[in-house]
């Protein structure tokens, strides 16, 4: 079991910038990719960010490339989302979420967080 709690959420003017953080504990957190999706009212869930074990290897969605960075810190148990140059599309939910390889397909994750609200406002 991975328990996964996301922080950093909050409202922001467009343009600004945000820093979630995902804590992860339970199994080691350094077997898992570890993925960051977004859900925003009346849509479906969708792929933000990935980021495999090493941190080597990063994904992101087209519609954030450049704009957001995934890093993470297997010796504190985390994952970042930083977030820049904010549009009020970036509003929505953010979930953290792991699984045991790269998915973009939400379904396919293994374990979620409860999420954090982020809001861009224009």
């Known amino acids: 079991q991975v328990q996964l709690v996301e922080s950093g959420g909050g409202l922001v003017q467009a343009g600004g910038s945000l820093r979630l953080s995902c804590a992860a504990s339970g199994r080691t957190f350094s077997f898992y990719v570890m993925g960051w999706f977004r859900q925003a009212p009346g849509k479906e869930r969708e792929f933000v960010s990935a980021?495999?074990?090493?941190?080597?290897?990063?994904y992101y969605a087209d519609s954030v490339k450049g704009r957001f960075t995934i890093s993470r810190d297997n010796a504190k148990n985390t994952v970042y989302l930083q977030m820049k140059s904010l549009k009020p599309e970036d509003t929505a939910v953010y979930y953290c979420?792991?699984?045991?390889?790269?998915?973009?397909?939400?379904?396919?994750?293994?374990?979620w967080g409860k999420g954090t609200l982020v809001t861009v406002s224009s």
């Open positions: 979420a792991s699984s045991t390889n790269y998915y973009t397909d939400y379904k396919r994750m293994d374990y």
């Open positions: 980021i495999r074990r090493s941190g080597s290897t990063v």
